[in-house]
């Protein structure tokens, strides 16, 4: 089949999944109005995959069926594959501004390095590593749409799972003929409200006793599975807003966030990728080089993003001719050193890849994790760059409906700037606010600062990771070492 509609896919988001929200059952994402925003933005980044001036740029043809599909699916074997795959997520990421995180392809690109390390899953039995392929092969050739959930709900942080009093976290509750019966609920899922399938894997450290086996597993089932349900946060679409100028970015761009409860779902054995397996489990990301080729996609999400952050506060600093003062181009020019950092780290990533056991090349992973632990703070600074360039004019603007009603006279004139009409200027602040104030713009924050897993243990991961602390150290003693050699103090120096 290879690469989807728009169309296609909003039909195929009408299976009859169960997620709720606000205390009710969704019928149809596609038109409930909290929904059908971020469903139509998704059904048109799957269109443009089929426009000719993007085609090229964004599919390849798939090496079992020689249709075209996604190119963020590929398994990228050279440093030309990575900046292949680079271009292709650029696209969607120039389109959504970088603050549509997920996207498909953050999931396509990480079910591609599970597929490629299929090796890893199939070493306890080799079913595993076989069901990884065939589901991998499943989702690119049907251009698939992928969420997925990792961590267990937040009960009792200062015990293991195994160990809980309230023992809500997914578990596998008895095994059958036909698959694993899982029990219990994982937070949280975004993009569950518009993906076909769910991969269910593991993310926190497991103990290697008994009971904690009953944790250790991975699968993916479509979403439609019956037994599972997704308890959606109430929505952040502002629902009565009369133009899609009011809140530019909230309107399309909610990727929605839920909890998953599984209560008794059957996973066929074909869906399982880790069953009971609790090395693989702990071992699963540095095994798989997951976070380099996930990490690659959301530093192209980090430059869309920058890049968007840095025309905004620009054109905020034009508006009111803010922009000669000193003050606001140190803003701006923190904004740009952002903007050439990312960049700079997505060019090192891909010039500097590395050769997996599999034959596939990943980013170099330091390069990935600057953007992993620095950008949530570089992305917090950029909204508050344009909270303080836009001040009382992001809560000044009116909705657009402003300039037909009765006061649309005196709107025009005295909503005003020096360079920008009352529109203009209007429209400006609603898309300024919506990044840096609005719930949009929160969960934004929110959403850099933990989507990679909670910075702190990440921090602890980076400082055990990085390369050569022995040599580093070995420096410093020897610099102390040779110091009285290197300086030769003259006999009337203080102390000598
Ligand atoms: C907007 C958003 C979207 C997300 N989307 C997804 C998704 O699609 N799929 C998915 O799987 N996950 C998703 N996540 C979850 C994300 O992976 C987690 O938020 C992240 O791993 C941190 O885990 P937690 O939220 O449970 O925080 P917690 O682990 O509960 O941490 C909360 C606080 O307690 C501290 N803390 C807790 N335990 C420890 C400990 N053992 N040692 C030291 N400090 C500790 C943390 O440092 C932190 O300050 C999303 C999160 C957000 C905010």
Redesign the pocket.
């Known amino acids: 089949m290879g690469i989807r509609s728009g169309a296609q896919y909003l039909e195929s988001l009408k299976d009859g999944r169960d997620i709720r929200i606000d205390g009710e059952r969704v019928r149809d994402v596609t038109t409930d109005p909290r929904f059908a925003g971020a469903a139509r933005t998704v059904a048109q980044l799957l269109d443009m995959q089929h426009r000719p001036d993007l085609h090229e740029r964004m599919t390849y043809a798939s090496p079992s069926s020689g249709e075209r599909v996604g190119l963020s699916f590929i398994e990228p074997r050279s440093r030309e594959d990575l900046a292949a795959r680079r271009g292709a997520i650029a696209v969607w990421m120039n389109e959504t501004q970088g603050m549509f995180g997920?996207s498909p392809d953050f999931m396509n690109c990480f079910i591609s390095a599970f597929a490629s390390a299929a090796p890893e899953f199939g070493k306890r039995d080799p079913r595993f590593g076989q069901n990884m392929r065939r589901f991998y092969e499943f989702c690119r050739e049907g251009d698939a749409v992928m969420?997925?959930?990792?961590?267990n709900p937040?009960v009792d942080?200062s015990k293991p799972v195994d160990h809980q009093e309230k023992d809500l976290a997914a578990k596998i509750v008895r095994e059958t003929d036909r698959g694993i019966v899982i029990r219990g609920a994982r937070?949280?899922?975004?993009l569950a409200a518009f993906a076909n399938e769910i991969v269910v894997m593991p993310?926190s450290y497991i103990a290697n006793t008994p009971g904690a086996s009953d944790y250790a597993f991975g699968f993916s089932i479509p979403a439609a599975t019956p037994g599972m349900s997704f308890i959606s946060r109430p929505s952040i679409v502002p629902t009565g807003a009369g133009a899609v100028h009011d809140y530019p970015l909230s309107l399309r761009l909610d990727e929605g966030?839920a909890m998953v409860i599984f209560d008794d779902v059957l996973v066929p054995w074909e869906r399982v990728f880790i069953h009971r397996d609790v090395d693989m489990c702990n071992g699963l990301y540095p095994r798989t080089f997951l976070s380099a080729h996930t990490g690659h996609q959301a530093a192209v999400k980090a430059l869309a993003k920058s890049e968007f952050m840095l025309g905004l506060a620009l054109a905020l600093a034009r508006s009111t001719k803010i922009d000669g003062y000193m003050h606001v181009q140190g803003m701006l020019a923190e904004i740009m050193v952002s903007v050439q950092t990312v960049k700079a780290c997505i060019e090192a990533a891909e010039q500097n890849c590395v050769t997996t056991p599999f034959g596939t090349v990943a980013p170099d992973p330091m390069p990935m994790w600057v953007i992993r632990l620095g950008f949530p703070r570089m992305f917090h600074r950029m909204q508050e760059i344009v909270q303080l360039m836009g001040a009382s004019g992001l809560v000044g603007a009116p909705s657009l409906a402003e300039f037909s009603g009765d006061a649309a006279e005196m709107a025009r004139e005295y909503l005003q700037s020096v360079n920008s009409n009352a529109e203009q200027r209007s429209q400006l602040c609603r898309l300024a606010y919506d990044a840096s104030v609005s719930s949009f713009a929160g969960?934004q924050q929110?959403?850099e600062r933990?989507?990679t897993?909670?910075p702190?243990?990440l921090s602890g991961l980076l400082c055990s990771l990085y390369p050569d602390k022995e040599g580093l150290t070995g420096r410093i003693d020897q610099l102390l070492d040779e110091l009285p050699q290197k300086v030769a103090l003259p006999a009337s120096a203080p102390g000598g």
């Open positions: 997920r969420t997925h959930v990792l961590i937040q942080r937070m949280v899922s975004t993310s966030d969960r929110l959403y933990y989507y897993g909670d702190v243990r």
